[in-house]
Nanobody, 120 residues
Framework: QLQASGGGLVQTGGSLRLSCAAS????????LGWFRQAPGKERESVAA????????VYADAVKDRFTISKDSAKNTVYLQMTGLKPEDTAVYYC???????????????WGQGTLVTVSS
């Protein structure tokens, strides 16, 4: 299971750190991703980190503002978000998959989502 937390209300330019704790097994070798879905929009990839090598990939919209990282010992993946903008408002989901890709369809295990609201 994946349990996401850390969402909340923040002003434009603010920061938040999302956490996603995995339980029930080790996710050391899984690709882990953060996705978001805004009202009326499709779920989109925000960032992903590979299982073994720690390689990361980011959506252009968040590059240089968001950082994905993981602590394998704690079975937790993080998303540090800085320079938040109103367009970052969405429900953020973490997910685990067997392949290091950005397509949501490739991720089989999902957390419940945490809401991030950025006020202007």
């Amino acid at each position: 299971q994946l349990q996401a937390s850390g969402g909340g209300l923040v002003q434009t330019g603010g920061s938040l750190r999302l956490s996603c704790a995995a339980s029930g097994g080790t996710f050391r070798w899984y690709a882990l991703g953060w996705f978001r879905q805004a009202p009326g929009k499709e779920r989109e990839s925000v960032a992903a980190i590979s299982g073994a090598g720690g390689v990361t990939v980011y959506a252009d919209a968040v590059k240089d503002r968001f950082t994905i990282s993981k602590d394998s010992a704690k079975n937790t993946v993080y998303l540090q978000m800085t320079g938040l903008k109103p367009e970052d408002t969405a429900v953020y989901y973490c997910a685990a998959g067997l392949r290091f890709v950005t397509s949501p369809a490739e991720y089989g295990l999902w957390g419940q989502g945490t809401l991030v609201t950025v006020s202007s």
